[in-house]
């Protein structure tokens, strides 16, 4: 099974921050790597999938790239809705495993 | 608009089963790959199972902590989806979600509480 590591599992940051997320695979995934974001009490929403292409419909502030084992989710100019947790997810292959998370809260 | 909606969840004792339940609307449910997904109590995502189209061989997978115990169908003529879960341990407990998607999971159900304690 392919192992994701992401980190770090927590982070403080001020509205207007850019935000960088790294998730690692234990083995190249190529680019079948996928971001959610849930929010406390909701479902997770699926923000970039394919490393890097932006799901319909979320903000432009968001942004992944990678390739292989090592990818980054960016959050340019953080705003107050973007509080919540993040998880990476590799879609190479089954077991479709999820990174631990990483939960941004305001500083 | 796609919508997922759970239903079933409860609470049950060790040992025992449950099935819980995925309606989905607003898109073709017969093309869909769908997959289980589960957060126990202050915990990350977990990854459950999940089923592919019938046109794509229909088949399951399942992590191992739920395989044998856990089955997952679909009944393409009514657009549900299900998990059959058996022999239910106290770490089955967590929301599950139903959540649609061929690699990325692009739609989710609002998930539904299953738990187990004596």
């Known amino acids: 099974d392919i192992q994701m590591t992401q980190s770090p599992s927590s982070l403080s940051a001020s509205v207007g921050d850019r935000v960088t997320i790294t998730c690692r695979a234990s083995q190249s995934i190529a680019t079948f790597l996928n971001w959610y974001q849930q929010k406390p009490g909701e479902a997770p929403k699926l923000l970039i999938y394919g490393a890097s292409s932006l799901q319909s419909g979320v903000s432009s502030r968001f942004s992944g790239s990678g390739s292989g084992t090592d990818f980054t989710l960016t959050i340019n100019s953080l705003q107050p809705e973007d509080f919540a947790s993040y998880y990476c997810?590799?879609?190479?292959?089954?077991?479709?495993?999820f990174g631990g998370g990483t939960k941004v809260d305001i500083k | 608009e796609v919508q997922l909606v759970e239903s079933g969840g409860g609470l049950v004792k060790p040992g025992e089963s449950l099935r819980v339940s995925c309606a989905a609307s607003?898109?073709?449910?017969?093309?869909?790959?769908m997959s289980w997904v589960r957060q126990a109590p202050g915990k990350g995502l977990e990854w459950v199972g999940r089923?592919?189209?019938?046109?794509?061989?229909?088949?399951?997978d399942y992590a191992a902590p739920v395989k044998g115990r856990f089955t997952i169908s679909r009944d393409d003529s009514n657009n549900m989806f299900f998990l059959q879960m058996k022999s239910l341990k106290t770490e089955d407990t967590a929301v599950y979600y139903c959540?649609?998607?061929?690699?990325?999971?692009?739609?989710w159900g609002q998930g539904t509480q299953v738990s187990v304690s004596s």
């Open positions: 959540a649609s998607g061929f690699w990325a999971l692009g739609a």
């Open positions: 607003g898109f073709t449910f017969s093309s869909a790959w």
């Open positions: 997810q590799e879609s190479y292959s089954t077991p479709l495993t």
């Open positions: 089923i592919k189209s019938k046109n794509d061989g229909g088949t399951t």
